[in-house]
T-cell receptor
């Protein structure tokens, strides 16, 4: 069964450092998403990406965040200068025509 | 006010029981999703609904668009069904999903 793959599964970084979270969406999907879940809270939308550009973003997705699809297969989320409050589980999702599929998540811990 | 409300927050059942989890929403939607989140954190999509009813194995999902309400039912529950079940809606005209807080289900043997 096709699946969305995220790496790494867990990343620990120092405050102020840049991190890149990586996702390999399902190959024929056209819509890509990043969500995050702070521990104990509900999942929140960050950004959607279609046709090589951001189609929608939330208030959370400020100038510290960026997304890229560098090579037609990977889909990355970059946080330029991490803050303690960026610690969360980050989920990538991709969608074809109908159903969305989620990755297993990357747990980011900022210390 | 949350746009997506789930009830109950926590649910404990004995193996074999019939389970119902409810989701109400307050916005216009194009679709509603039921998702399962395992203890390790991964999210699995169970159903996507825009009307009526869907069934997959022991899971049944229904939606009433007029009442802005959906239910997820699990028949003959099993300890391996223990997880957090999340309702999420795709708001009309938007790509993003808006999530409920989830229902933590524990099925005891």
């Amino acid at each position: 069964e096709p699946e969305v793959t995220q790496t790494p599964s867990h990343q620990v970084t120092q405050m102020g450092q840049e991190v890149i979270l990586r996702c390999v969406p399902i190959s024929n999907h056209l819509y890509f998403y990043w969500y995050r879940q702070i521990l104990g809270q509900k999942v929140e939308f960050l950004v959607s990406f279609y046709n090589n550009e951001i189609s929608e973003k939330s208030e959370i997705f400020d100038d510290q965040f960026s997304v890229e699809r560098p090579d037609g297969s990977n889909f990355t989320l970059k946080i330029r200068s991490t803050k303690l409050e960026d610690s969360a589980m980050y989920f990538c999702a991709s969608r074809g025509q109908i159903e969305a599929f989620f990755g297993q998540g990357t747990r980011l811990t900022v210390v | 006010k949350n746009e997506v409300e789930q009830s109950p927050q926590n649910l404990t059942a004995q193996e074999g029981e019939f389970i119902t989890i409810n989701c109400s929403y307050s916005v216009g939607i194009s679709a509603l999703h039921w998702l399962q989140q395992h203890p390790g954190g991964g999210i699995v999509s169970l159903f996507m609904l825009s009307s009526g009813k869907k069934k997959h194995g022991r899971l049944i999902a229904t939606i009433n668009i007029q009442e802005k309400h959906s239910s997820l039912h699990i028949t003959a529950s099993h300890p391996r069904d223990s997880a957090v079940y999340i309702c999420a809606v795709a708001k009309g005209g938007s790509e993003k999903l808006v999530f409920g807080k989830g229902t933590k289900l524990t099925v005891n043997p």
